[in-house]
């Protein structure tokens, strides 16, 4: 009997590598423990689209997954089963608290991406949204019927926007380089109510959720659908995003590259995502 009956995996700096490529010695170790009867469950910052066309490249098919760090959770068929979304109150708080202090925010509405205006940190959204994964072995045909399902829109008006539209907002990532996101997601903290504020970038960003939103809290909800309990589940990631997650989870397992405040709160640390630590850790922990 397998003492660990789930993994949960982060993408971004886990198991993706540097180059947005996934080794093939993570994947062979992933299907080893499925083989094995084990599940194996993405759970990331990134979105619906985005998880699913990774877990599609690497023959994840026909396992739940855990988008936009929680927020979303999609079924064996990748369709929705649950959402979590921001009350648009808290949304036009947040939205005029960012333009008091000129920090930039943008907005994820389903698979679209809600910008103020152009930036580094939207131009390219599309392609870095759904990864080409070459190497990896993704089809250029598939990935351009993935990217062609996500849009990047301007909103120069983001109060008409909420008004007119009532959209379902899952996740809002702030950018800022120059240091000042630490301090502010405890502003954010004191001033806008419910909201969830992590990191997925050492604080060069900052990742927020509806209030009561994490990867742990979807991996609790997937506990709970499969009848596993938690004591029998493992998680593995690389940041703060991570952290609920990993102290969560019945064996919580950091990469090798993740921030020390991170490894402290995790059971065991496996290698970088530069040396296939998810393939280390499935067969030094779970296999």
């Known amino acids: 009997m397998m003492a660990y009956k789930l993994l949960a995996t982060d993408l971004d700096g886990t198991l993706l590598n540097e180059n947005r490529e996934i080794d093939r010695e993570n994947i062979q170790a992933i299907h080893e423990f499925r083989e094995q009867g084990g599940r194996v469950v993405i759970c990331s910052g990134r979105s619906p689209l985005s998880t699913r066309w990774i877990a599609n490249t690497i023959g994840l098919q026909g396992e739940p997954i855990i988008a936009y760090n929680g927020a979303i959770i999609l079924d064996e068929n990748g369709e929705i089963s649950e959402q979590a979304v921001f009350e648009h109150d808290h949304l036009l708080s947040f939205w005029e608290l960012c333009e008091g202090e000129d920090f930039y925010a943008h907005f994820y509405e389903g698979d679209t991406l809600l910008v103020p205006k152009e930036t580094k940190w939207n131009k390219n959204w599309i392609e870095n949204n759904i990864p080409s994964l070459e190497k990896t072995g993704g089809r250029a045909v598939d990935l351009e019927k993935f990217r062609g399902q996500c849009q990047v829109k301007m909103v120069d008006d983001f109060y008409r926007y909420i008004k007119s539209n009532q959209p379902d907002i899952t996740k809002i990532a702030v950018f800022d380089e120059e240091g000042r996101l630490a301090d502010f997601s405890k502003v954010i903290g004191n001033q806008v109510g419910g909201m969830e504020v992590s990191s997925s970038l050492n604080f060069l960003n900052l990742e927020i959720s509806p209030s009561g939103v994490s990867k742990a809290s979807s991996l609790l909800k997937l506990s709970e ?14 940041n703060y995003n991570d952290s609920l997650m990993l102290s969560t989870a019945g ?25 296939a630590g998810v393939a280390q850790a499935i067969r030094r922990y779970l296999l």
């Open 225 to 238: 659908k499969y009848d596993i309990p938690i004591s029998q589940m493992a998680a593995i990631g690389d």
């Open 251 to 275: 064996l919580g397992i950091a990469m090798g590259n993740a921030p020390d405040e991170v490894k402290a709160l995790a059971d065991q640390v496996t290698g970088s995502n530069q040396e």
